[in-house]
């Protein structure tokens, strides 16, 4: 059964700061890896989706790398704001093409 | 465009009654995938549909069902409700067969509380 845990649980920083999010996961027979944004209450906004075969993606200040042999991924974070505050959830498609996802960090950027 | 839609955004029931969620797709996706987050947690997987046809379905008790229509909206419907079953469906289409390769897109979800 795969499972997708999530580090830190909770990350404080002050504005301008780089940041690094993690995420494990203990099944590599995976066909993608997708890094998701949620706001408080609402739902998901997909950031970055990478393939199996891809090694990372970027988009903005947002960069998310995939290490599939051992089992992570990293989502890295230039220059933050405080607009970036909020929920970062992981998810990883298996065969069954069903998303698992992690319990997420969640991001506070500080003035 | 329109995203995915979900109906209704909030909701109130006591324990034991039955509800219905819906969930209109992008227009032109035809596979719908349902999840439940309880506060706190990650979305879990209950099921997915593809041209009205159960294509998965995760560890959910038989008091969650769910179905897809012609115009490939779909509802989630779940029986006896439980203090347990509180949390924020989320609703996620895509464009093809609901496959691996495929990115899904969320709606914003319904909050369910049962008291």
């Known amino acids: 059964k795969q499972e997708v845990t999530q580090i830190p649980a909770a990350l404080s920083v002050p504005e301008g700061e780089n940041l690094v999010l993690n995420c494990s996961f203990t099944?590599?027979?995976?066909?993608?890896l997708q890094w998701f944004r949620q706001d408080p209450g609402k739902g998901l906004t997909s950031l970055l989706l990478?393939?199996?075969?891809?090694r990372e993606q970027t988009s903005g200040r947002l960069n998310a790398s995939l290490d599939k042999s051992s089992g992570r991924s990293t989502l890295y974070i230039a220059a933050s704001q405080p607009g970036d505050s909020a929920t970062y959830l992981c998810?990883?498609?298996?065969?069954?093409?069903?998303?698992?996802f992690g319990t997420g960090t969640r991001l506070q950027v500080t003035l | 465009d329109a995203g995915v839609t979900q109906s209704p955004t909030h909701l109130i029931k006591t324990r034991g009654q039955q509800v219905t969620l819906r969930c209109s797709p992008i227009?032109?996706?035809?596979?719908v995938s349902w999840y439940q987050q309880v506060l706190g947690q990650g979305p879990q997987f209950i099921f997915q549909?593809?041209?009205?046809?159960?294509?998965g379905r995760g560890n959910f008790p038989d008091r969650f069902s769910a179905r897809q229509f012609p115009n490939y909206s779909s509802e989630l419907n779940v029986n006896a409700l439980l203090l347990g079953d509180s949390a924020l469906y989320l609703c996620?289409?895509?464009?093809?067969?609901?496959?691996?390769?495929?990115?899904?897109?969320f709606g914003p979800g319904t909050r369910l509380l049962v008291l």
């Open positions: 996620a289409s895509s464009s093809g067969t609901g496959g691996a390769l495929e990115t899904q897109y």
């Open positions: 099944d590599s027979a995976i066909y993608n």
């Open positions: 990478i393939q199996s075969s891809q």
């Open positions: 998810a990883v498609t298996g065969t069954a093409s069903k998303l698992t």
């Open positions: 227009s032109g996706h035809k596979s």
């Open positions: 549909y593809y041209e009205k046809e159960e294509r």
